[in-house]
């Protein structure tokens, strides 16, 4: 199949929506740990945020209130950086998803301006705290050498280097990226499943 205008779009909408939905998901989490962090039950967070990755409001179903004083740094410029950050490593796992279907119709080339799109809409590796970039992951899958994990060590990078209220050690920011250690991998594997299904759709 030939990839258009409207395709590539739509690709992009869809990684570029589950950035932000996960970017959403931190403050969240964020938001509960303060409120009463010996009686959270996470448990909703995951499984709302999981049932549509690619919908930057579903947890507003929730009823928690999520504002800036609530979020304290995070509401700050500074870390609005990190969900273009996320959206530069689920951009940066497209050459993977060959391996995620049994043919699959993206092509190098086709990813090359997916990323070129990506970035143009914002996704972006600020201060260069992700270690991957896309030659390497083209390399990597071309040669067919396993997939590195797929995990949030980066983001502990940038709050630790980043980060002010954030990189303190306490119960809160501690549950913060204990959940998001999680929420990374669980994110891309959902995401990875809502591409293929759409792929496939296209190829009928």
């Known amino acids: 199949m030939e990839f258009e205008f409207k395709e590539r779009t739509i690709l992009t909408e869809m990684i570029e929506s589950t950035a932000q939905s996960l970017f959403n998901t931190m403050k969240y989490i964020y938001v509960i740990s303060g409120s009463d962090f010996y009686n959270i039950n996470c448990k909703d967070i995951f499984k709302v945020a999981l049932s549509d990755v690619t919908n930057p409001d579903v947890l ?6 999520v504002s800036d004083s609530k979020i304290g740094e995070m509401a700050s410029d500074e870390f609005k950086r990190v969900k273009s950050m996320i959206h530069y490593i689920f951009v940066l796992r497209l050459p ?61 990078r940038w709050i630790y280097t980043r980060g002010k209220e954030l990189s303190v050690i306490n119960n809160r920011n501690m549950f913060l990226l204990g959940c998001m250690d999680a929420m990374f991998p669980l994110y891309y594997s959902a995401l990875t499943e809502k591409l293929t299904t759409l792929l496939l759709k296209w190829q009928e």
């Open 60 to 65: 507003e179903n929730l009823g928690i209130q």
């Open 96 to 156: 993977f998803l060959r391996r995620a279907m049994e043919f699959c119709p993206l092509k190098e080339t086709h990813i090359k301006d997916l990323y070129a799109l990506a970035v143009k809409r914002g996704a972006e590796n600020y201060g260069e705290i992700i270690e991957e970039d896309l030659k390497t992951m083209l390399k990597i899958a071309r040669n067919r050498q396993p997939e590195p994990a797929f995990d949030g060590e980066w983001f502990r």
